[in-house]
């Protein structure tokens, strides 16, 4: 079949697993799901879909965990899986093999442990949020900083701890950086303050910077536009 775009968002009446048939489709470029009453894993045959640009399931009850075989989907762009009920680690074939990504949600799910180091390989992307996934631990990785591309980075209401990594400073094109609502601790590093200064050329560059400041030094608004 030549079907390209497949969109069925925001249709109630919409329940049950994701069918396996879709796999048939073997042109389809961008399937929207979202904002319906979705349920089980995902079906494996989703990933013979080698086509995929868009992959659009957020605000469904979809469970299970998140399949080493995304990292199939090469040609991945937008990848929207939040509000969800998925467990498990996420897979570190979302950095070695999806470096085509530009947007990727994660947030309010169940997904536990730490960020794959691979994600310093999503040289395209703009967006991550892993918000609301209790789960997650471990630390910020200093390799996010490599990701010049990054718009914005969304880890509150996570268990991520340690530092706040300088390299984060790099990001010249950050727009928000929400660490409110986690276990880090010490000083929000000057480089990143940095980020929310005036520019001439294109006005304040970070926007929305937050953290929980009776743990992380923040001084407000100076630096963090808001503290919690």
């Known amino acids: ?61 979809l469970t299970g965990t998140l399949p080493t075989r995304f990292g199939e989907l090469g040609d991945l762009e937008i990848m929207f899986l939040d509000n969800n009920m998925f467990e498990g680690t ?14 990727m949600t994660l947030d309010n799910n169940m997904l536990e442990g730490t960020i794959p180091e691979t994600f310093g390989n999503l040289d395209s992307i703009e967006v991550i949020q892993l918000h609301s996934n209790a789960g997650i631990t471990g630390t910020i990785l200093t390799v996010i900083g490599d ?55 294109d006005g304040k560059r970070l926007q929305l910077l937050t953290a929980d400041c009776s743990k992380v030094v923040c001084p407000q608004p100076e630096c963090c536009s808001a503290c919690f």
């Open 147 to 201: 990701l010049t591309t990054l718009e914005g980075l969304s880890l509150f209401d996570t268990s991520i701890s340690g530092t706040i990594p300088t390299d984060l400073g790099q990001l010249d094109q950050l727009v928000f950086l929400f660490l409110h609502n986690t276990d880090l601790t010490g000083t929000m590093p000057q480089e990143i303050c940095d980020l929310r200064t005036f520019n001439d050329n």
């Open 1 to 61: 079949m030549d079907l390209e775009d497949l969109d069925f968002d925001a249709n109630e009446f919409i329940s049950g697993q994701i069918p396996e048939a879709f796999g048939l489709l073997p042109n389809l470029e961008s399937l929207d799901l979202d904002n319906n009453k979705l349920t089980g894993p995902l079906p494996d045959s989703l990933f013979d879909i080698s086509t995929l640009h868009s992959l659009d399931l957020d605000t469904n009850t």
């Open 90 to 103: 996420i897979p570190s074939e979302f950095g070695s093999e999806l470096d085509k990504l530009v947007f």
